[in-house]
């Protein structure tokens, strides 16, 4: 009986916030873990230097947030060049293709503590910039994510190209994306934290930005107990 009224337990108000500090639109998108809450309806258009803001639920939530790039409407389909979700504007709680930087978020844990937890994965690969901040919390909450544009500097084994191979670079996939064997994607037998080791290819993102998670069995370089934030901000090209 303990158990269901912590899990049903009303936590301050807070603020989630999404903005865009790149110089292009972007259409965020919000996925809940499983059995959470779709926030948003998943997903939106958010104009060049502007943001969005919205209540976080009042009770335990996890999810990520990533930024789609390079949508378009044709022929009655929406598409994005990165981080599309199955052809939808609104996700709905469908997840996001890689190449894409990922915010993954926990609200409310912790019991009475009502810690926030939060960080930035290069895992699934790189997109856009992105950072997490939280505002008004208590402890240790500092700014965690990826600044540098990765596009820039990508190795070429690891670019997508849009559209079709012929231009811009879009997205810095993972190794395991790009070469899909158990190794470099931590699966079967390398699937434990003894086995699932960096890479020359996580390594390319883990120099670049440290503050984040770069192959499954990561640790970033910041860590951070924050209770209670009132606001929580991801910020895209920050």
């Known amino acids: 009986m303990v158990m269901v009224q912590r899990s049903s337990a009303q936590y301050p108000a807070m603020t989630l916030t999404v903005v865009n500090n790149c110089p292009f ?12 809450d779709v926030l948003e309806r998943g997903g939106f258009a958010l104009p060049t230097v502007t943001h ?27 598409s994005c060049a990165t981080g599309d979700c199955g052809g939808r504007l609104e996700c709905g ?19 009475q503590q009502d810690l926030t937890s939060y960080g930035v994965s290069l895992v699934d690969g790189f997109n856009v910039g992105m950072t997490v901040t939280p505002h008004e919390g208590k402890g240790r909450c500092p700014v965690v994510g990826c600044r540098e544009n990765l596009l820039a500097t990508c190795p070429d084994v690891l670019q997508l190209r849009a559209p079709a ?26 699937n434990s934290p003894q086995t699932c080791r960096a890479s020359s290819y996580s390594e390319f993102f883990k120099h670049a930005c440290p503050a984040t998670f770069t192959y499954a069995h990561d640790s970033p370089s910041l860590t951070h107990e924050c209770a209670a934030p ?9």
């Open 93 to 111: 709680g469908l997840g996001g293709a890689a190449p894409a930087t990922l915010a993954q978020i926990t609200l409310h844990h912790g019991g």
């Open 165 to 190: 191979g012929g231009g811009q670079v879009v997205g810095c996939k993972s190794g395991c994306q790009a070469f899909g064997t158990d190794e470099l994607c931590c699966r079967n037998m390398y």
């Open 52 to 78: 969005r803001s919205f209540p976080a639920p009042t009770h335990h939530w996890s999810g990520r947030i990533w930024a789609r790039t390079g949508c378009t409407y044709a022929n009655g389909r929406f």
């Open 25 to 36: 639109t972007v259409w965020p998108a919000v996925q809940p873990n499983s059995g959470h």
């Open 230 to 238: 009132r606001e929580l901000k991801v910020i895209f090209c920050h």
